[in-house]
């Protein structure tokens, strides 16, 4: 965090290579448009420090999240303003941690404080980073009430019934409101918090130490609980780099291989997300023997992160499809354990997801293709593949994804 204090007179002076007004909304299938366009958003929960970021960015990564989780104060207002400029000059938006605000009540100290960190963030150069506001984290698993966090999101984006802002004037309403969930409860609890959010999401993180056969497919099932719970279908979902139960006081570390961050990133994909954040680089108990020269878990990104990163980002073939979930079609798998759907991609091309969570290797045949659908490739596995009546064979190993693509 030093680090990006002292980054404020250095980067002011490039903040002219920063990212156009960050305005954010949602359509009506769930998609994030930022600046009118619809984006995947991509986003590091928390990322690099300031000399790591273009790295990041250019990978495909473009939100970052930024904010203490504890109180705010005029130091940690500077440390946000130094990463909103960072994160400018290098194409990157961010993600204002306003977590320990969402609670601010009519006449309060946390509304005085809300709307001077607000404020304050708007009033620098930097704005031009602001994407997103962090709302209030897990509430469900903390017993928030939903009407204890109506004045707080309607007072900074001016969304709600008028008179939950009780009479004051909305601080900001250019920008989405984030609220993220504990994967402890049904959807039916969680309806009436998707009232007071812009966007809904979940952290799941099933990959501990000491578990040898993790459920990887608890992130698709608590994605789909979101989705059921939220009415606008904007669900995002939080995964893994590390948490609390990925080391041990001995030292040990559990991260997800790439083949399990790769099935966890589809499963999510396949049940509803609209957005992905990765939780976890910035914590060194699971940092490898040279990440501490570069303040982050640049171990993991680039074995494991940084090529999924890219078979997702805003300039992958795949984007287009990711940016368009009104046109997913469920399809037939023989294979119970395997989940598949088609989307739209660019120029009317089909792409084909598919996951598998059974045991062992198996032939899956996938169905519900249209007929002019026959010849299509297997994306990043360098391979062909053929359908005929709709339908295609694929051979499936346990958390194996095929992303196929036809062309129009």
């Known amino acids: 965090m030093k680090g990006a204090v002292a980054a404020v007179a250095v980067v002011g002076l490039v903040v ?183 966007v809904h999401g979940v952290n799941s993180y099933p990959i501990a130490i000491g578990d040898l056969d993790p459920n990887l497919n608890e992130v698709g099932w608590w994605t789909h609980v979101l989705e059921v719970a939220t009415a606008s279908r904007s669900v995002w979902t939080t995964l893994q780099i590390c948490w609390a139960w990925s080391y041990d006081a001995a030292g040990n570390v559990a991260l997800p291989t790439r083949e399990q961050e790769r099935y966890m990133i589809y499963d999510a994909i396949l049940n509803g997300a609209r957005a992905l954040a990765f939780y976890g680089g910035h914590n060194p108990k699971c940092w490898g023997q040279l990440d501490g020269i570069g303040g982050w878990n640049w171990t993991f990104w680039h074995s494991v992160l940084k090529p999924l990163v890219r078979e997702l980002a805003a300039d992958s073939p795949l984007s287009p499809a990711l940016v368009n979930p009104g046109s997913t079609r469920a399809l037939e798998t023989s294979d119970a354990t395997v989940q598949a759907i088609s989307r739209r991609g660019a120029n009317g091309e089909l792409w084909v997801i598919a996951a598998r969570s059974g045991e062992g290797s198996a032939a899956v045949t996938i169905s519900g293709l249209p007929p002019r659908a026959t010849n299509g490739s297997v994306y990043t596995e360098g391979r062909a593949v053929t359908a005929s009546g709709g339908a295609l064979t694929d051979t499936f190993d346990r958390w194996a994804v095929h992303v196929y693509r036809f062309a129009a």
């Open 16 to 198: 002219a290579g920063a990212p156009g007004a960050a305005v954010t909304r949602i359509d009506r299938a769930g998609t994030v448009l930022l600046g009118g366009r619809k984006v995947f958003p991509i986003v590091l929960a928390k990322g690099p420090p300031p000399d790591g970021l273009a790295e990041v960015a250019g990978a495909g990564v473009d939100f970052l999240k930024v904010g203490p989780a504890a109180d705010w104060n005029d130091a940690e207002i500077a440390t946000a303003i130094a990463w909103n400029r960072a994160a400018a000059a290098n194409g990157l938006h961010t993600w204002i941690n306003l977590s320990s605000l969402s609670g601010a009540r009519p006449g309060g100290w946390r509304e005085a404080l809300l709307r001077h960190v607000i404020g304050a963030l708007q009033a620098d150069q930097s704005a031009t980073a602001i994407g997103m506001w962090k709302g209030a984290d897990e509430p469900q698993r903390f017993r928030i009430r939903t009407p204890s966090l109506r004045f707080a999101y309607c007072l900074a984006t001016g969304r709600g019934p008028r008179r939950w802002c009780a009479g004051r004037v909305p601080l900001d309403r250019e920008h989405l409101w984030v609220t993220i969930e504990a994967p402890r409860t049904g959807g039916s609890d969680l309806e009436g918090y998707s009232a007071v959010t812009d």
